[in-house]
């Protein structure tokens, strides 16, 4: 299993939100900078959230990220049926001197 | 436009090498840190190997230390993964990826090159 934790899945009607969490550790979340992907079927990893809450160049602000102690959330606001997709957190982890991925969260609109 | 495109991808023996490789361009290459993370079918993201801007410091994840090795060339623009000892469990589709987590995160992706290890 992979050393952060995520939700497998979370699901919300068309214009609801929804919030994904990432639980680790000191030696990962708690002392370093989170980072968050989008992955749509069949296409590489995209960056939405890197350094905890900033959001990559044309990133809408309808995603969102934050992080408190050892764990951290994405939320996504005004779901929308493009949202569909698995969601991946990430951060480096200074005990391991690796970096480590979520098992990822597949978001599904209703 | 900036660009990562992956090649080196294929089918190989349980015990087998293989050397992929990682051309960009439409960014200055050599100020940046790189890295290289797989997926294996119907799995999550799993980082792999992480090398500085200058290849003077380099990490792997335990599961392929001892038997991948990153590096790259500068002057082709070019990072590499040459893999030796390759499982079946080592089968994924492999991307490289640009940054580092500690700061920016990898914010521009390959679209992937597939390996297939299996007898």
């Known amino acids: 299993q992979s050393v952060l934790t995520q939700p497998p899945s979370v699901s919300a009607a068309p214009g609801q939100t929804v919030t994904i969490s990432c639980s680790g550790s000191?030696?990962?979340?708690?002392?370093?900078?989170v980072s968050w992907y989008q992955q749509l079927p069949g296409t590489a990893p995209k960056l939405l959230i890197y350094d905890n809450d900033k959001r990559s160049s044309g990133i809408p602000d309808r995603f969102s990220g934050s992080k408190s102690g050892t764990s951290a959330t994405l939320g996504i606001t005004g779901l929308q049926t493009g949202d569909e997709a698995d969601y991946y957190c990430g951060t480096w982890d200074s005990s391991l001197s690796a970096g480590v991925f979520g098992g990822g969260t597949k978001v599904t609109v209703l | 436009e900036v660009q990562l495109v992956e090649s080196g991808g294929g089918l190989v023996q349980p015990g087998g090498s293989l050397r992929l490789s990682c051309v960009v361009s439409g960014f200055t290459f050599s100020n940046y840190e790189m890295n290289w993370v797989r997926q294996a079918p119907g799995k999550g993201l799993e980082w792999v190997s992480y090398?500085?801007?200058?290849?003077?410091?380099?990490y792997y994840a335990d599961s392929v230390k001892g038997r991948f090795t990153i590096s790259r060339d500068n002057a082709k623009n070019s990072l590499y993964l040459q893999m030796h000892s390759l499982r079946v469990e080592d089968t994924a589709v492999y991307y490289c990826?640009?940054?580092?987590?500690?700061?920016?995160?990898?914010?521009?992706w390959g679209q992937g090159t597939m390996v297939t290890v299996s007898s």
């Open positions: 090398m500085s801007s200058g290849g003077s410091t380099i």
């Open positions: 000191s030696s990962n979340i708690g002392n370093n900078y």
């Open positions: 990826a640009r940054g580092a987590f500690r700061l920016d995160a990898f914010d521009i």
